[in-house]
């Protein structure tokens, strides 16, 4: 299987080593802290060792009350937590850091994975869109008004996919250091597809040999991903229409 050769830090592979950790080693499974507006004899922080611990970027569907945060001494992963609760006399904040476990940490990854991939699809179906266009405005050679909405048409596909393609690229560039468990679940997820189909795929016709052809080269690509090259890989072709649905197999939950 590939692995990220530019890991900056070891993959987390349980809590085996969590006592020998100068950090995870003073942090319980589960901390709180609480604090009250205004009251700061009830204040009750987290342990120091957290904030030690590195705050993920490029993580897709993250926001103020969630963080993921990373030991970086031994990789562990935590979950962070933040509620507020509004009274009259002020708010009230409270935290929860909680440890992954392996099998947690690895729900992360392909959760994470599912993440871009689903930004991929994206770019994929809005640069199909724009090629359909292309290809209407190209052999249709439609006049006047109906050529202009074609044609305005094809470039905000394009630009949509632009947009998509730089915010894909930003995360993979930065999971490669901070995660690459997360690009290893998505880059294993496509190549176990693509060896699966090089194996079954009959090469009778020219048709299959050229399926066989795309699909070898998508193969270089995904196991290129983890340590490096373009962070968009297409999986569109018109012969092998079946693909995503593989691949939905490979990243569902339990997999
Ligand atoms: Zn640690």
Same mark, same amino acid.
């Given at each position: ?53 590195? #705050?993920? &970027?490029?993580?897709? /569907? =993250?926001?103020? @009350?969630?963080?993921? +945060?990373? !030991?970086? %001494?031994?990789? $562990? ?100 250091? #901070?995660? &690459?468990?997360?690009? /290893? =679940?998505?880059? @294993?997820?496509?190549? +176990?597809? !693509?060896? %699966?189909?090089? $194996? ?56």
């Amino acid at each position: 299987m590939p692995r990220a050769q530019a890991a900056v830090i070891i993959p987390y592979h349980g809590g085996e080593r969590i006592g020998d950790c100068a950090i995870c080693g003073r942090l319980k499974d589960v901390e709180t802290s609480f604090s009250k507006y205004l009251a700061p004899q009830f204040d009750r922080p987290l342990p120091a060792e957290a904030g030690q611990l590195v #705050v993920l &970027p490029g993580l897709a /569907a =993250a926001g103020d @009350d969630r963080q993921v +945060r990373r !030991c970086p %001494s031994c990789g $562990a992963l935590y979950d962070l937590l933040r509620y507020s609760e509004y009274h009259m006399n002020g708010a009230e904040d409270s935290e929860e850091l909680r440890r992954m476990s392996a099998a947690g940490a690895a729900d992360f990854a392909r959760g994470q994975a599912w993440q871009l991939e689903s930004l991929r699809r994206e770019i994929d179906d809005l640069q199909d869109a724009a090629g359909a266009l292309g290809d209407y405005i190209d052999r249709g050679r439609p006049a006047g008004e109906e050529g202009r909405s074609a044609y305005a048409a094809m470039q905000e596909k394009r630009e949509a996919a632009a947009v998509r393609l730089q915010v894909l690229a930003d995360r993979v560039e930065a999971l490669r250091s #901070v995660c &690459p468990e997360i690009i /290893a =679940a998505w880059a @294993d997820a496509h190549s +176990r597809v !693509c060896r %699966s189909l090089l $194996a079954t795929l009959p090469q009778r016709s020219e048709d299959e040999q050229t399926a066989r052809f795309v699909v070898r080269s998508w193969l270089e690509s995904w196991e290129r991903l983890p340590a490096g090259g373009d962070a968009f890989i297409s999986a569109s072709s018109p012969w092998l229409s079946g693909y995503r649905d593989l691949l939905e197999r490979e990243l569902a939950p339990g997999s």
